[in-house]
């Protein structure tokens, strides 16, 4: 595996130092220059930790709004079914305009004539780097007048998939009003599952082999409406109320034969499950100007919600209709989370220094009925961060160096755990040509487990088999290393990095004895350490020079492992990878996404991606945009898991929903803009942790 991912570096790198040498990187000019400049070609910028993006004349008039354009962006893409961007990369993507976190809506909002330029930064400054992989900031030009309005649906016309959304914004002189509401629903009534347990206890061999149907679907809304007042070199102000509104369900049916050494048995049964919640959500900004070069943010982020989640599931044995489990449980979480930020930055002549402090609080009260009986518990988690760095270039070297400081301290009923994390940050940069780039980066971080990990409850599986969490996880402790190659001109923008991230005391889920109910538990536990490490190689090809024809690409070898607390080794290795074609003629535009599903190593388990292999079209007359498009096209999504050799359970799962299988899609937009909004340039941007429905 090493000698293929070296080898193929070695010839990605020949390739690109092999090409022309064109200078079209942009230079670097005030924000006020370019807006009074038509730019005639796409250009591209490379930095220590972002590349900065502009955009031609042509791609301005073809696009819609500004989220068209991110689309053109070589690590960035399409999600086909949600509908939003996402990075090709994977991982969380941060959207700003002008600095301030944005929503999907807020990104159509802005029209194209309105975008500066695109700050893509796939290093995350200090102030972002807990809460993101990517984060992209779009630079837009502002007046004191206009108002800005649309909407847009697709539906699928032989099953329950709908995507639709509208917003809206006005601003006055100083003051900018927004609203905005989305809806993504899926019902679909053919989901198939085939699931397998197979397992020695006791001395007998047991196996279950069931095959369900399930109907199941969820509906997410967003409704947000938000006041922003900004007095330009002076003060800005921002209150925003969010509302997420979800619900889902799954009900299914289905037969399994069990098996007991010899013995065969025909089990009938059934597994309902839902949850629901709605998350009222207050965030509040403020940001002042202190000289001319000083500025102080403050950021609090506040909600309180009740999420509730049901599981019943049965199983008996056909004829007798002896009962073989009998799975109950409702759960009733109420949560309050803040999030609270204070940040300072300095501009020095050598740089500039950002420094800063956040907390964020979650707490938990849980009401409980399950296979354990009734109980009532609380959790709380903590979390602080100090950070500071200071960002400068000497010639073609440029720095970022970072230092931070982090404490997690998770409480619940059975365990405390507190723990101060010393974090740096190191990137150097340096410019080998004004089109190639060579940088590298190390970091230090803690990772909190997550809510569901942490849990005391417990759920049936299977026969014999439980799923439960672990309120004595510690924190995982990373240390990423990254060298990446960046190369640009006319016709490629390409990225070739060499990763490798080391994490102590992973968290590992995985099968144990289970001393309470009998039988086996699927449970979490502390690893000794594991590791990830490869070749990444992303970027854009146009063959004419131009947007008639764009070849995007993804592939990553990469080899992955997992030391258990036993000591016992888990490896894996895959070739990650992603495939897209676009096409843009005058009003026409046509994409095409596929990609070769892998299995990546998650805990106890291999799981794959989602395959893809969707085709759209779409069409712009003046304001409105009509769209097509198909689905998996020839194939329903699927997804498949399967334990390792080391697990006490050899467990498999394959499911198939056959209503996405050729889903054709048709879609229709309207957005219109008169004048130009006053962007808010935010600082801080924070997010009160999820629901916890486990």
Same mark, same amino acid.
């Given at each position: 595996?090493?000698?293929?991912?070296?080898?193929?570096?070695f010839?990605?790198?020949?390739?690109?130092?092999?090409?022309?040498?064109?200078?079209?990187?942009?230079?670097?000019?005030?924000?006020?220059?370019?807006?009074?400049?038509?730019?005639k070609?796409?250009?591209?910028?490379?930095?220590?930790?972002?590349?900065?993006?502009?955009?031609?004349?042509?791609?301005?008039?073809r696009?819609?709004?500004?989220?068209d354009?991110?689309?053109?962006?070589?690590?960035?893409?399409?999600?086909?079914?949600?509908?939003? *961007?996402?990075?090709?990369?994977?991982?969380?993507?941060?959207?700003?305009?002008?600095?301030?976190?944005?929503t999907?809506m807020?990104?159509?909002?802005?029209?194209?004539?309105?975008?500066?330029?695109?700050?893509?930064?796939?290093?995350?400054?200090?102030?972002?780097a807990?809460?993101?992989?990517t984060?992209?900031? *779009?630079?837009?030009?502002?007046?004191?007048?206009?108002?800005?309005?649309?909407?847009?649906?697709?539906?699928?016309?032989?099953?329950?998939?709908?995507?639709?959304?509208?917003?809206?914004?006005?601003?006055?002189?100083?003051?900018?009003?927004?609203l905005?509401?989305?809806?993504?629903l899926?019902?679909?009534?053919?989901?198939?599952?085939?699931? =397998?347990?197979?397992?020695?206890?006791?001395?007998?061999h047991?196996r279950?082999?069931?095959?369900?149907?399930?109907h199941?679907g969820?509906?997410?809304?967003?409704?947000?409406?938000?006041?922003?007042?900004?007095v330009?070199?002076?003060?800005?102000?921002?209150?925003?109320?969010?509302?997420? =509104?979800?619900?889902?369900?799954?009900?299914?049916?289905?037969?399994?034969?069990?098996?007991?050494?010899?013995?065969?048995?025909?089990?009938?049964?059934?597994?309902n499950?839902?949850?629901?919640?709605?998350?009222?959500?207050?965030?509040?900004?403020?940001?002042?100007?202190i000289?001319?070069?000083?500025?102080?943010?403050?950021?609090?982020?506040g909600?309180?919600?009740?999420?509730?989640?049901?599981?019943?599931?049965?199983?008996?044995?056909?004829g007798?209709?002896l009962?073989?489990?009998?799975?109950?449980?409702v759960?009733?979480?109420?949560?309050?989370?803040?999030?609270?930020?204070?940040?300072h930055?300095?501009?020095?002549?050598?740089?500039?220094?950002?420094?800063?402090?956040? *907390?964020?609080?979650?707490s938990?009260?849980?009401?409980?009925?399950?296979?354990?009986?009734?109980?009532?518990?609380?959790?709380?988690?903590?979390?602080?961060?100090?950070?500071?760095?200071?960002?400068g270039?000497?010639?073609?070297?440029?720095?970022r160096?970072?230092?931070?400081?982090?404490?997690?301290?998770?409480?619940?009923?059975?365990?405390?755990?507190?723990?101060?994390?010393?974090?740096?940050?190191? =990137?150097?940069?340096?410019?080998?040509?004004?089109?190639?780039?060579?940088?590298f980066?190390?970091?230090?971080?803690?990772?909190?487990?997550?809510s569901?990990?942490?849990?005391?409850?417990v759920?049936?599986?299977?026969?014999n =088999?439980?799923?439960?969490?672990?309120?004595?996880?510690?924190?995982?402790?990373?240390?990423?290393n990254?060298?990446?190659?960046?190369?640009n001109?006319?016709?490629?923008?390409?990225?070739?990095?060499?990763?490798?991230?080391?994490?102590?005391?992973?968290i590992?889920?995985?099968y144990?004895?289970?001393?309470?109910?009998?039988?086996?538990?699927?449970?979490?536990?502390n690893?000794?350490?594991?590791?990830?490490?490869?070749?990444?190689?992303?970027?854009?090809?146009?063959?004419?020079?131009?947007?008639?024809?764009?070849?995007?690409?993804?592939i990553?070898?990469?080899?992955?492992?997992?030391?258990?607390?036993?000591?016992?080794?888990?490896?894996n290795d895959?070739?990650?990878?992603?495939?897209?074609?676009?096409?843009?003629?005058?009003?026409?535009?046509?994409?095409?996404?596929?990609?070769?599903?892998?299995?990546?190593?998650?805990?106890?388990?291999l799981?794959?991606?989602?395959?893809?292999?969707?085709?759209?079209?779409?069409?712009?007359?003046?304001?409105?945009?009509?769209?097509?498009?198909?689905y998996?096209?020839?194939?329903?999504?699927?997804?498949?898991?399967?334990?390792?050799?080391?697990?006490?359970?050899?467990?498999? *799962?394959?499911?198939?929903?056959?209503?996405?299988?050729?889903?054709f899609?048709?879609?229709?937009?309207?957005?219109?803009?008169?004048?130009k909004k006053?962007?808010?340039?935010?600082?801080?941007?924070?997010?009160?942790?999820?629901?916890?429905?486990?």
């Amino acid at each position: 595996m090493k000698k293929t991912i070296y080898t193929i570096f070695f010839l990605c790198g020949a390739f690109t130092f092999a090409q022309e040498n064109k200078n079209d990187t942009a230079d670097v000019a005030a924000t006020k220059e370019i807006q009074e400049v038509i730019l005639k070609s796409q250009r591209k910028k490379q930095f220590a930790d972002k590349a900065v993006y502009t955009f031609d004349k042509e791609a301005l008039e073809r696009a819609r709004y500004a989220k068209d354009l991110l689309r053109t962006l070589p690590e960035l893409q399409l999600d086909p079914v949600a509908n939003t *961007i996402t990075s090709t990369k994977g991982g969380t993507t941060l959207f700003l305009i002008n600095g301030i976190e944005a929503t999907d809506m807020q990104i159509r909002s802005v029209a194209p004539s309105e975008v500066v330029k695109v700050e893509y930064y796939d290093i995350p400054p200090a102030r972002w780097a807990t809460r993101a992989d990517t984060v992209v900031n *779009i630079l837009t030009k502002s007046t004191e007048t206009g108002y800005v309005f649309g909407a847009d649906v697709s539906t699928a016309l032989n099953t329950g998939f709908v995507n639709g959304s509208a917003y809206a914004n006005y601003t006055k002189g100083k003051n900018n009003f927004g609203l905005e509401y989305s809806l993504n629903l899926r019902d679909y009534d053919d989901r198939r599952v085939n699931s =397998i347990y197979d397992y020695q206890l006791n001395g007998k061999h047991y196996r279950s082999d069931e095959n369900r149907k399930d109907h199941f679907g969820y509906t997410f809304q967003n409704v947000a409406i938000r006041y922003t007042r900004l007095v330009p070199d002076d003060y800005a102000f921002q209150a925003k109320l969010n509302m997420d =509104i979800f619900s889902r369900f799954s009900k299914g049916v289905g037969q399994s034969v069990f098996s007991e050494d010899d013995l065969k048995e025909e089990h009938a049964m059934f597994k309902n499950n839902g949850s629901d919640y709605v998350i009222p959500k207050l965030d509040l900004y403020y940001s002042k100007k202190i000289g001319e070069k000083d500025e102080l943010s403050i950021n609090v982020v506040g909600s309180h919600y009740t999420t509730n989640t049901s599981e019943t599931a049965k199983e008996w044995i056909e004829g007798s209709g002896l009962s073989v489990y009998d799975n109950d449980m409702v759960l009733k979480a109420k949560q309050t989370s803040l999030v609270g930020e204070l940040a300072h930055t300095h501009d020095f002549k050598a740089g500039k220094l950002s420094s800063g402090y956040r *907390i964020s609080r979650s707490s938990i009260s849980n009401d409980l009925n399950n296979l354990a009986g009734y109980s009532q518990y609380s959790v709380n988690y903590l979390e602080q961060y100090f950070y500071t760095e200071f960002a400068g270039k000497i010639d073609k070297f440029s720095y970022r160096i970072g230092a931070g400081l982090t404490n997690i301290h998770n409480k619940s009923a059975e365990n405390t755990f507190d723990e101060w994390t010393f974090t740096p940050k190191v =990137i150097l940069a340096y410019q080998l040509k004004n089109n190639q780039n060579l940088r590298f980066t190390a970091s230090y971080n803690p990772v909190s487990p997550w809510s569901n990990a942490l849990s005391s409850n417990v759920v049936q599986l299977a026969p014999n =088999i439980v799923q439960r969490g672990n309120p004595f996880l510690e924190s995982q402790q990373v240390f990423s290393n990254n060298l990446t190659y960046s190369f640009n001109n006319k016709y490629f923008d390409f990225n070739a990095g060499l990763f490798y991230r080391y994490t102590n005391r992973v968290i590992n889920q995985y099968y144990v004895q289970d001393d309470v109910l009998g039988g086996y538990a699927l449970t979490y536990e502390n690893g000794k350490n594991g590791q990830r490490y490869g070749v990444q190689l992303t970027g854009s090809y146009k063959p004419f020079g131009n947007s008639l024809l764009v070849i995007k690409a993804v592939i990553t070898p990469t080899s992955e492992t997992v030391k258990t607390s036993t000591g016992a080794l888990i490896k894996n290795d895959f070739l990650g990878n992603y495939f897209s074609l676009s096409s843009e003629y005058k009003s026409f535009s046509l994409q095409y996404q596929f990609n070769i599903p892998v299995y990546n190593l998650n805990g106890a388990f291999l799981n794959t991606n989602e395959n893809q292999n969707n085709i759209f079209v779409s069409y712009k007359h003046k304001n409105w945009t009509f769209s097509t498009g198909m689905y998996w096209i020839g194939m329903p999504s699927e997804y498949k898991t399967k334990s390792l050799p080391e697990s006490l359970v050899d467990y498999k *799962i394959h499911t198939q929903i056959m209503n996405n299988k050729s889903m054709f899609v048709l879609g229709l937009s309207y957005d219109f803009s008169k004048g130009k909004k006053t962007e808010l340039q935010r600082k801080l941007n924070n997010e009160t942790a999820p629901a916890a429905t486990f």
